[in-house]
């Protein structure tokens, strides 16, 4: 079992910036990669970013494509999403998620790739 904990998130005024980390515990040395979805109000949850353990591979949903960095620390067992000119639309609750098995890169952007998931941060971005 993996267990994932956020931390981070907050208010924050549109244009501004805020990091949010995700910790992973237990059996993590099994973890093939990592990643970050949302969830607004009244919406589907949505893919963000995710992080290859191994190499440090990254890829993202376009939309946050140059405003957004994810990165990891493996020492830490730690990944980070890092936002910067962040939008009202940006607004969501913030999960990180962990795969254990090798996928291809387009699957990383699929709920079901992961095994495991946090409780979730909150984002709120104001105008």
């Known amino acids: 079992q993996v267990q994932l904990e956020e931390s981070g998130g907050g208010l924050v005024q549109a244009g501004g910036s805020l990091s949010v980390s995700c910790a992973a515990s237990g059996r993590h040395f099994s973890i093939y990669a990592m990643g970050w979805f949302r969830q607004a109000p009244g919406k589907e949850r949505e893919f963000v970013a995710a992080i290859l353990w191994n190499d440090g591979s990254a890829f993202y949903k376009n939309s946050v494509k140059g405003r957004f960095t994810i990165s990891r620390d493996n020492a830490k067992s730690t990944v980070w999403l890092q936002m910067k000119s962040l939008k009202p639309e940006d607004t969501a609750v913030y999960y990180c998620?962990?795969?254990?098995?090798?996928?291809?890169?387009?699957?990383?952007?699929?709920?079901?790739?992961?095994?495991?998931w946090g409780q979730g941060t909150q984002v709120t971005v104001s105008s």
């Open positions: 998620a962990a795969a254990r098995g090798w996928t291809i890169a387009s699957m990383l952007m699929k709920e079901d790739s992961y095994d495991y």
